[in-house]
């Protein structure tokens, strides 16, 4: 048998584990015994139990593998375990990796068994991206996006069919306590995610619901409708799954993904939510991908919102060819807006213009090349650089420092 294909077999073998009877699921050497769980016909040993996190905030992962030959956690947003998630086999067959201890947070990752990458079988929990499962490994100690005791709002999975795509389209929508049981009007934020992700990200990995519930709770955000859209516009869309069909973009007209979201998203919050009408009542941000596409959105239509963010990222405007076809895109796009961006009587309605990247991400060279191309047409951004890179770390904690700016 060919080395993919026994691959194949041990993943198959592993998730199959996750539905065995305790009595024929081995129990990891370092799992601890847990009365009363996992206890199967006759009392047999509890499965092994993965994630667990201790007390000092390391992750331990575990996955009964016995047929397996090599095993190792992926994760990128796990501080310093880049190569290093290499877990070790236990006499019951169980492998496992313990992280060092690790900021409060949300983590994403998966477990390769022998080249075949596999969602944790033991752990429900998960966040799904554009075209990836991954497993959620949740540590707590944050005070902004621990689960909390306060009113909760609701997350809703909505399908709408988009005209400008041709198709149906997935989009979360949040709503804030007391939401269903009232008649009031709130205002909207438009919340976009990055590249790669989906629609979901913001409140899986992104916590935003629960950061939005504890924030509100503490009366350092007003309560808002909050809609997170899908950003990709090709592909099958995830939870629908149809294929994209061909979309022809003429010259000059707007990308895909702005057309289904002045076509289609917004009308659609705006026919079918209570939401307050006015600029002013209007937020949009986005982080990478979506910080670009927040740009493409806000600045073309400035009338149209009084705050806007920008999570780790500028204006993304291609020049694969380096540094100077780069500049180049940017000086186009300048070129080609100069009437909005030298538009002083929209510029008065924007109350907050908001930019954060981090020191060592990839893209802070794009964040402030765009940031002192806005100043240049009058325009007054708040900048600041954190610690860290290209990570949730990250877009969780900007979120939390923007949502308090809005709506004021």
Known sequence: M??????????????????????????????PTQPGRGQGRGGGAPPVVSPEVSAD????????????????????????????GVMTKGESGAWTFTSAPLPPGAYRYNINVDGVAVIDPRNPLTSVSNNNVWSLALVPGS??????????????????????????????VYTPPGYESNNTKYPVFYLLHGAGDSDEAWTSVGRA????????????AQPMIVVMPAGHTNGPTPGIG?????????????????????VAIRPYIEKNYRVRPGRENRAIAGLSMGGSQTLNIAILNLTDYAYIGVFSSGL???????????????????????AMLDNAPAKKGLKVLWFSTGKDDSLVGT?????????????????????????????????????PLLFK
């Not at 619901?209 to 350092?220: E, F, S, V, W, Y």
């Open 242 to 262: 149809a294929p994209a069909p061909a979309l022809t973009i003429a010259a000059g007209e707007p990308d895909a993904f702005t057309q289904d979201f002045t």
């Open 2 to 31: 060919r080395k993919s294909q026994s691959g194949l077999l041990v993943a198959v073998c592993v998730l199959a584990s996750a539905f065995a009877t305790p009595d024929s699921v081995g129990q990891a050497a370092t799992a």
């Open 143 to 172: 005070d902004i996006f621990d689960t909390k005791d306060v009113p909760h709002g609701a997350v809703a999975s909505i399908t709408y069919y988009s005209t400008p795509l041709g198709r149906h389209r997935r989009m979360h």
């Open 367 to 403: 964040t402030r090349s765009t940031v002192e191309l806005l100043k240049r047409h009058g325009f007054a951004p708040r900048y600041t650089e954190s610690a860290g890179g290209h990570t949730w770390l990250n877009w969780r904690d900007y979120l939390g420092q923007f949502l």
């Open 57 to 84: 905030r390391r992750i331990t992962f575990r996955i009964n593998a016995p047929q397996a030959q090599a095993v190792r956690v992926s994760g990128s947003d796990i501080p310093g375990l880049g190569q290093n």
């Open 209 to 220: 619901g629960i950061i939005l519930d504890n924030l509100i709770a503490a009366r350092k």
């Open 316 to 338: 993304l405007l291609g020049g694969g060819g380096g540094a100077a076809a780069a500049s180049a895109a940017g000086e186009a796009w300048e070129k080609r807006n100069l």
